[in-house]
């Protein structure tokens, strides 16, 4: 496959130069279409891999990719009440902190309790995420292009 995206990198790139006369002489195939086919071609291994995980994904998976979500969204920490206010899922807080305790239980996350400011309050209680994998993840971009 990465073969072919080549050639077709090179045949653009020869159409674009806009050479004139009909002797081109033998088509020889540049490094830069070759790095481009590659590129291409891991871009489409990795998308493919990407889809089929989606498809894969089972109710669990998805509702535990999409809290990570949620909590990185508000960057990495989360109350039970920001989680109910968020989605209403997690309504009432009661099933927020629930599906919070889930991530404590299982190592994903713990609890803090910072300290009220110099105005005091409430005390809260603060999901943080530990050093999560990044499984769950629908990146934003591909595999690094290597074509500079």
């Given amino acids: 496959m990465a073969v072919r995206l080549a050639l077709v ?6 159409a ?12 020889k195939i540049s490094e830069a279409s070759v790095l481009a086919g590659i ?3 891991e871009w489409f291994i990795y998308e493919t ?7 894969a994904e089972n109710q669990d998976d998805r509702a535990v990719r999409e809290l990570l ?6 960057g990495g920490e ?12 997690y309504r009432p807080v009661s099933v927020a902190t629930e599906a919070l305790d889930g991530f404590v239980k299982d190592g994903i996350g713990e609890w803090i309790c910072p300290k009220p400011g110099p105005s005091g309050g409430q005390p809260r209680k603060v ?8 499984a769950f993840d629908t990146p934003a971009e591909g595999p690094e292009s290597k074509v500079t």
Avoid: M
């Fill in 16 to 27: 674009a130069a806009d050479v004139d006369g009909d002797d081109h002489g033998p088509l």
């Fill in 78 to 89: 989360i109350t039970p009440r920001d989680l109910a206010n968020s989605n209403r899922r």
């Fill in 39 to 41: 590129a291409l071609a």
């Fill in 69 to 74: 979500q949620i909590i990185r969204a508000h």
């Fill in 127 to 134: 999901l943080r995420l530990k050093s999560v994998s990044r």
């Fill in 9 to 14: 990198f090179e045949c653009v790139a020869w």
């Fill in 49 to 55: 891999a990407r889809v089929y995980a989606d498809l």
